[in-house]
Protein backbone atom coordinates (compact mmCIF):
# COMPACT_ATOMS: atom_id res chain seq x y z
CA UNK A 1 0.00 0.00 0.00
CA UNK A 2 1.99 2.95 -1.26
CA UNK A 3 -0.26 5.57 0.77
CA UNK A 4 0.42 4.08 3.81
CA UNK A 5 4.49 3.41 3.01
CA UNK A 6 4.86 7.18 2.00
CA UNK A 7 2.76 8.53 5.37
CA UNK A 8 5.38 6.24 7.47
CA UNK A 9 8.92 6.45 5.76
CA UNK A 10 8.17 10.47 5.96
CA UNK A 11 6.44 9.49 9.87
CA UNK A 12 10.22 8.58 10.18
CA UNK A 13 11.76 11.00 8.47
CA UNK A 14 9.99 13.76 10.64
CA UNK A 15 10.70 12.02 14.36
CA UNK A 16 14.55 11.94 13.12
CA UNK A 17 15.61 15.26 11.78
CA UNK A 18 16.90 17.66 14.31
CA UNK A 19 17.01 21.21 13.10
CA UNK A 20 15.15 20.96 10.05
CA UNK A 21 15.68 22.20 6.39
CA UNK A 22 18.94 20.29 4.75
CA UNK A 23 19.15 17.54 8.21
CA UNK A 24 16.75 16.31 6.68
CA UNK A 25 18.36 15.63 2.96
CA UNK A 26 20.33 12.38 3.80
CA UNK A 27 17.28 11.04 5.47
CA UNK A 28 14.69 11.70 2.58
CA UNK A 29 17.70 10.32 0.21
CA UNK A 30 18.03 7.44 2.22
CA UNK A 31 14.18 6.52 2.01
CA UNK A 32 13.68 7.41 -1.45
CA UNK A 33 16.30 5.35 -2.28
CA UNK A 34 15.64 2.13 -0.35
CA UNK A 35 12.16 2.56 -1.96
CA UNK A 36 12.98 3.45 -5.41
CA UNK A 37 10.62 6.55 -5.55
CA UNK A 38 13.45 9.12 -6.75
CA UNK A 39 16.70 9.21 -8.56
CA UNK A 40 19.64 11.09 -6.87
CA UNK A 41 18.82 13.10 -9.56
CA UNK A 42 15.69 13.87 -9.00
CA UNK A 43 15.96 14.50 -5.45
CA UNK A 44 18.75 17.38 -6.34
CA UNK A 45 15.57 19.10 -8.69
CA UNK A 46 13.39 18.71 -5.53
CA UNK A 47 15.35 20.56 -3.03
CA UNK A 48 15.93 23.08 -5.19
CA UNK A 49 12.40 23.69 -6.04
CA UNK A 50 11.85 23.39 -2.50
CA UNK A 51 14.71 26.27 -2.14
CA UNK A 52 12.81 28.46 -4.43
CA UNK A 53 8.75 28.03 -3.08
CA UNK A 54 7.69 29.83 -0.25
CA UNK A 55 7.32 27.53 2.80
CA UNK A 56 9.56 25.26 4.87
CA UNK A 57 11.82 23.37 3.10
CA UNK A 58 10.94 19.90 4.83
CA UNK A 59 7.35 20.04 3.83
CA UNK A 60 8.28 21.49 0.71
CA UNK A 61 10.24 18.09 -0.39
CA UNK A 62 7.39 15.92 1.80
CA UNK A 63 4.45 17.02 -0.72
CA UNK A 64 6.82 16.66 -3.95
CA UNK A 65 7.99 12.96 -3.11
CA UNK A 66 4.54 12.62 -2.42
CA UNK A 67 2.73 14.05 -5.51
CA UNK A 68 5.36 11.95 -7.79
CA UNK A 69 4.86 8.90 -5.92
CA UNK A 70 1.00 8.55 -5.60
CA UNK A 71 -0.59 12.00 -6.94
CA UNK A 72 -2.60 14.42 -4.61
CA UNK A 73 -3.12 11.58 -1.79
CA UNK A 74 0.38 10.81 -2.01
CA UNK A 75 1.08 14.19 -0.94
CA UNK A 76 -1.15 14.78 1.50
CA UNK A 77 -0.03 11.19 3.60
CA UNK A 78 3.56 12.42 2.92
CA UNK A 79 2.84 16.05 4.25
CA UNK A 80 0.80 14.14 7.46
CA UNK A 81 3.23 12.17 8.06
CA UNK A 82 6.34 14.66 8.31
CA UNK A 83 4.49 17.37 10.51
CA UNK A 84 2.89 14.65 12.94
CA UNK A 85 5.80 13.94 14.91
CA UNK A 86 6.49 17.43 15.30
CA UNK A 87 3.18 18.50 16.69
CA UNK A 88 2.60 15.84 18.79
CA UNK A 89 6.22 16.03 20.65
CA UNK A 90 5.97 19.86 21.04
CA UNK A 91 2.08 19.52 22.79
CA UNK A 92 3.71 16.67 25.00
CA UNK A 93 6.35 19.33 26.12
CA UNK A 94 5.21 22.73 25.55
CA UNK A 95 3.89 22.95 29.41
CA UNK A 96 7.37 21.90 30.95
CA UNK A 97 9.69 23.24 28.40
CA UNK A 98 12.30 24.46 31.28
CA UNK A 99 11.89 21.10 32.60
CA UNK A 100 12.56 19.24 29.15
CA UNK A 101 15.65 21.35 28.32
CA UNK A 102 17.43 21.37 31.29
CA UNK A 103 17.47 17.54 31.58
CA UNK A 104 20.49 15.23 31.32
CA UNK A 105 18.57 12.90 28.74
CA UNK A 106 17.84 16.09 26.23
CA UNK A 107 21.32 17.20 27.07
CA UNK A 108 22.82 14.12 25.97
CA UNK A 109 20.88 13.35 23.52
CA UNK A 110 21.39 16.42 21.83
CA UNK A 111 25.47 16.30 22.69
CA UNK A 112 25.05 13.18 20.08
CA UNK A 113 22.99 13.98 17.86
CA UNK A 114 24.29 17.94 16.33
CA UNK A 115 27.45 16.58 15.25
CA UNK A 116 26.01 13.45 13.99
CA UNK A 117 24.08 15.90 11.52
CA UNK A 118 27.07 17.44 10.57
CA UNK A 119 28.34 14.33 9.55
CA UNK A 120 25.41 13.03 7.87
CA UNK A 121 24.85 16.08 5.49
CA UNK A 122 28.76 15.63 4.84
CA UNK A 123 27.86 12.00 3.36
CA UNK A 124 24.98 13.85 1.51
CA UNK A 125 27.29 15.94 -0.14
CA UNK A 126 29.01 13.18 -0.71
CA UNK A 127 26.84 11.28 -3.01
CA UNK A 128 24.91 13.73 -4.40
CA UNK A 129 28.15 15.53 -5.66
CA UNK A 130 28.88 12.22 -7.44
CA UNK A 131 25.44 12.20 -8.73
CA UNK A 132 25.57 16.19 -10.11
CA UNK A 133 28.86 15.72 -11.22
CA UNK A 134 29.25 12.61 -12.67
CA UNK A 135 25.49 11.59 -13.63
CA UNK A 136 26.06 7.89 -13.00
CA UNK A 137 29.65 7.73 -14.94
CA UNK A 138 33.04 6.66 -13.39
CA UNK A 139 35.23 9.72 -12.52
CA UNK A 140 37.89 9.20 -15.72
CA UNK A 141 35.03 9.35 -18.37
CA UNK A 142 33.12 12.24 -16.68
CA UNK A 143 36.20 14.38 -16.92
CA UNK A 144 36.22 14.11 -20.46
CA UNK A 145 32.76 15.77 -20.72
CA UNK A 146 32.39 19.17 -21.44
CA UNK A 147 28.85 18.68 -19.34
CA UNK A 148 31.38 18.05 -16.00
CA UNK A 149 33.34 21.34 -16.18
CA UNK A 150 30.48 23.21 -16.77
CA UNK A 151 29.11 21.79 -13.44
CA UNK A 152 32.09 22.09 -11.76
CA UNK A 153 32.05 25.69 -12.60
CA UNK A 154 29.11 26.55 -11.69
CA UNK A 155 29.14 24.95 -8.68
CA UNK A 156 32.66 26.76 -7.72
CA UNK A 157 30.81 30.38 -8.64
CA UNK A 158 27.59 29.44 -6.94
CA UNK A 159 29.95 28.27 -3.72
CA UNK A 160 31.65 31.74 -3.17
CA UNK A 161 28.48 33.56 -3.96
CA UNK A 162 26.29 31.04 -1.32
CA UNK A 163 29.36 31.82 0.95
CA UNK A 164 29.20 35.64 0.63
CA UNK A 165 25.63 35.39 1.60
CA UNK A 166 23.99 35.43 -1.64
CA UNK A 167 20.28 34.38 -1.17
CA UNK A 168 19.85 30.98 -2.09
CA UNK A 169 16.69 31.91 -4.98
CA UNK A 170 19.09 34.54 -6.84
CA UNK A 171 21.75 31.74 -6.98
CA UNK A 172 19.39 29.03 -8.31
CA UNK A 173 18.33 31.37 -10.92
CA UNK A 174 21.47 32.61 -11.72
CA UNK A 175 22.48 28.97 -12.34
CA UNK A 176 19.47 28.03 -14.29
CA UNK A 177 20.57 31.16 -16.52
CA UNK A 178 24.08 29.87 -16.87
CA UNK A 179 22.40 26.56 -17.69
CA UNK A 180 20.50 27.63 -20.39
CA UNK A 181 23.21 29.82 -22.03
CA UNK A 182 25.78 27.10 -21.48
CA UNK A 183 23.64 24.33 -23.20
CA UNK A 184 22.60 26.24 -26.08
CA UNK A 185 26.45 27.68 -26.51
CA UNK A 186 27.96 24.24 -26.29
CA UNK A 187 25.50 22.52 -27.77
CA UNK A 188 25.52 19.83 -24.82
CA UNK B 1 -8.15 33.84 18.09
CA UNK B 2 -7.63 30.78 16.31
CA UNK B 3 -8.88 31.88 13.22
CA UNK B 4 -6.55 34.42 13.68
CA UNK B 5 -3.42 32.23 13.85
CA UNK B 6 -4.59 29.90 10.98
CA UNK B 7 -4.24 33.36 9.26
CA UNK B 8 -0.72 34.66 10.79
CA UNK B 9 0.62 31.79 10.17
CA UNK B 10 -0.98 31.55 5.94
CA UNK B 11 1.07 34.22 5.39
CA UNK B 12 4.68 32.95 7.67
CA UNK B 13 4.31 30.11 5.52
CA UNK B 14 3.72 32.19 2.25
CA UNK B 15 6.34 34.38 2.59
CA UNK B 16 9.33 32.55 3.99
CA UNK B 17 11.71 30.69 1.01
CA UNK B 18 13.67 28.30 2.33
CA UNK B 19 12.10 27.67 6.35
CA UNK B 20 13.76 26.54 9.37
CA UNK B 21 15.64 29.66 10.47
CA UNK B 22 14.44 32.21 7.31
CA UNK B 23 11.31 31.78 9.09
CA UNK B 24 12.21 32.99 12.36
CA UNK B 25 12.79 36.45 11.70
CA UNK B 26 9.07 36.58 9.97
CA UNK B 27 7.73 35.24 12.99
CA UNK B 28 9.08 37.50 15.21
CA UNK B 29 7.83 40.37 13.72
CA UNK B 30 4.14 39.06 12.85
CA UNK B 31 4.14 37.36 16.40
CA UNK B 32 5.97 39.66 18.98
CA UNK B 33 5.82 43.36 17.10
CA UNK B 34 2.35 43.40 14.92
CA UNK B 35 0.19 41.01 16.97
CA UNK B 36 2.01 41.06 20.61
CA UNK B 37 1.50 37.30 21.36
CA UNK B 38 4.86 37.05 22.40
CA UNK B 39 7.42 38.69 24.12
CA UNK B 40 11.15 39.35 21.77
CA UNK B 41 12.62 37.06 24.31
CA UNK B 42 10.22 34.41 24.29
CA UNK B 43 11.46 34.03 20.69
CA UNK B 44 14.33 32.35 21.78
CA UNK B 45 12.89 29.81 24.06
CA UNK B 46 10.49 29.28 20.40
CA UNK B 47 14.17 29.09 18.85
CA UNK B 48 15.41 26.83 21.78
CA UNK B 49 12.45 24.48 21.84
CA UNK B 50 12.60 23.94 17.96
CA UNK B 51 16.02 22.84 17.91
CA UNK B 52 15.85 20.26 20.46
CA UNK B 53 12.58 18.40 19.21
CA UNK B 54 12.35 16.95 16.51
CA UNK B 55 10.90 17.82 13.05
CA UNK B 56 11.23 20.87 10.48
CA UNK B 57 11.51 24.01 12.76
CA UNK B 58 8.82 25.84 10.95
CA UNK B 59 6.27 23.37 12.12
CA UNK B 60 7.92 23.50 15.51
CA UNK B 61 7.61 26.79 16.01
CA UNK B 62 3.96 27.18 14.67
CA UNK B 63 2.81 24.10 17.11
CA UNK B 64 4.55 26.19 19.74
CA UNK B 65 3.22 29.25 19.38
CA UNK B 66 -0.19 28.32 18.49
CA UNK B 67 -0.59 25.94 21.49
CA UNK B 68 0.71 28.90 24.16
CA UNK B 69 -1.87 31.02 22.69
CA UNK B 70 -5.13 29.01 22.42
CA UNK B 71 -4.10 25.35 23.39
CA UNK B 72 -4.76 22.10 20.75
CA UNK B 73 -6.89 24.22 18.25
CA UNK B 74 -4.51 27.01 18.64
CA UNK B 75 -2.05 24.62 17.45
CA UNK B 76 -3.53 22.94 14.94
CA UNK B 77 -4.57 26.06 13.03
CA UNK B 78 -1.25 27.90 13.46
CA UNK B 79 0.40 24.24 12.36
CA UNK B 80 -2.18 24.11 9.28
CA UNK B 81 -1.46 27.42 8.27
CA UNK B 82 2.08 27.44 7.80
CA UNK B 83 2.03 24.24 5.69
CA UNK B 84 -0.98 25.29 3.65
CA UNK B 85 0.37 27.54 1.20
CA UNK B 86 3.63 25.58 0.63
CA UNK B 87 0.88 22.33 -0.16
CA UNK B 88 -0.93 24.07 -2.65
CA UNK B 89 2.11 25.76 -4.65
CA UNK B 90 4.11 22.31 -4.73
CA UNK B 91 0.79 20.61 -5.78
CA UNK B 92 0.19 22.94 -8.68
CA UNK B 93 3.83 23.64 -9.66
CA UNK B 94 4.71 19.41 -10.13
CA UNK B 95 2.34 19.28 -12.49
CA UNK B 96 3.67 22.42 -14.70
CA UNK B 97 7.21 20.65 -13.66
CA UNK B 98 6.01 17.08 -15.05
CA UNK B 99 4.60 18.26 -18.47
CA UNK B 100 7.92 20.65 -19.09
CA UNK B 101 10.36 18.33 -17.43
CA UNK B 102 12.17 16.75 -21.28
CA UNK B 103 12.08 20.38 -22.55
CA UNK B 104 15.44 21.42 -24.29
CA UNK B 105 16.14 24.90 -21.89
CA UNK B 106 14.05 23.02 -18.49
CA UNK B 107 16.73 20.00 -19.01
CA UNK B 108 20.05 22.74 -19.19
CA UNK B 109 18.61 25.40 -16.08
CA UNK B 110 18.06 21.70 -13.96
CA UNK B 111 21.84 20.89 -15.08
CA UNK B 112 22.95 23.93 -13.55
CA UNK B 113 20.78 24.38 -10.92
CA UNK B 114 21.75 21.14 -9.59
CA UNK B 115 24.83 22.43 -9.48
CA UNK B 116 24.11 25.53 -7.34
CA UNK B 117 21.94 22.79 -5.03
CA UNK B 118 25.29 21.08 -4.19
CA UNK B 119 26.99 24.66 -3.36
CA UNK B 120 23.88 24.94 -0.77
CA UNK B 121 24.69 21.98 0.58
CA UNK B 122 28.03 23.16 1.23
CA UNK B 123 26.94 26.05 2.45
CA UNK B 124 24.64 24.35 4.85
CA UNK B 125 27.03 21.95 5.82
CA UNK B 126 29.47 24.81 7.18
CA UNK B 127 27.22 26.40 9.09
CA UNK B 128 26.01 23.52 10.67
CA UNK B 129 29.81 22.47 11.65
CA UNK B 130 30.23 26.46 12.86
CA UNK B 131 27.04 26.18 14.98
CA UNK B 132 28.56 22.41 16.77
CA UNK B 133 30.54 22.52 19.57
CA UNK B 134 34.37 21.47 18.93
CA UNK B 135 35.50 18.66 21.51
CA UNK B 136 37.42 15.72 20.66
CA UNK B 137 33.79 13.71 21.18
CA UNK B 138 32.04 16.15 18.88
CA UNK B 139 34.66 15.35 15.91
CA UNK B 140 34.60 11.88 16.72
CA UNK B 141 30.83 11.36 15.97
CA UNK B 142 30.91 13.84 12.89
CA UNK B 143 34.15 11.23 11.67
CA UNK B 144 32.44 7.95 12.52
CA UNK B 145 28.75 9.55 11.08
CA UNK B 146 30.36 10.41 8.01
CA UNK B 147 32.07 6.98 7.68
CA UNK B 148 29.23 5.17 8.41
CA UNK B 149 26.92 6.50 6.03
CA UNK B 150 29.38 7.28 2.82
CA UNK B 151 31.83 4.26 3.14
CA UNK B 152 29.79 1.79 4.88
CA UNK B 153 26.39 2.30 3.10
CA UNK B 154 24.59 2.18 6.63
CA UNK B 155 21.16 4.13 6.84
CA UNK B 156 20.97 7.15 8.06
CA UNK B 157 18.16 6.48 11.01
CA UNK B 158 20.50 4.15 12.61
CA UNK B 159 23.49 6.23 12.70
CA UNK B 160 21.38 8.65 14.44
CA UNK B 161 20.04 6.80 17.05
CA UNK B 162 23.68 5.35 17.74
CA UNK B 163 24.69 8.72 17.99
CA UNK B 164 22.16 10.21 20.31
CA UNK B 165 23.25 7.14 22.20
CA UNK B 166 26.44 7.53 22.41
CA UNK B 167 26.13 11.52 23.46
CA UNK B 168 24.07 9.91 25.74
CA UNK B 169 26.49 7.70 27.97
CA UNK B 170 29.12 10.30 27.36
CA UNK B 171 27.31 12.95 29.16
CA UNK B 172 26.07 10.49 31.70
CA UNK B 173 29.36 9.72 32.51
CA UNK B 174 30.78 13.18 31.81
CA UNK B 175 28.55 14.56 34.82
CA UNK B 176 28.81 11.75 36.99
CA UNK B 177 32.86 12.77 37.24
CA UNK B 178 32.34 16.14 37.23
CA UNK B 179 30.28 14.97 40.16
CA UNK B 180 32.69 13.22 42.06
CA UNK B 181 35.63 15.32 41.74
Request: with cysteine.
Amino acid sequence: MILLELFLAFLKIGAFTFGGGYAMVPLIQSEAERNGWLSGGELVDFIAVSESTPGPLAVNMATFVGIKTAGIPGALCATFGVILPSFVIILLVAGCFEKYRQSLAVKGIMCGLKPAVVGLIAAAFISIGQTVLLSGAGFMDAVKTTEFWVCIAIFALTAVLAFKKVHPIILILLAAAIGIGAGYALGL
Amino acid sequence: MVFQLFLTFLKIGAFTFGGGYAMIPLIEREVCTNKKWLESKDILEVVAIAETTPGPIAINAATFVGYKKAGFLGALAATLGVVLPSFLIISALSFILVRFREYKPVVYAFMGIRAAVLALILKALFTMYKAAKKDIFAYVIMGVALCLVAVLKIDAFFVILGCALAGLIYTVIATRKAGRV
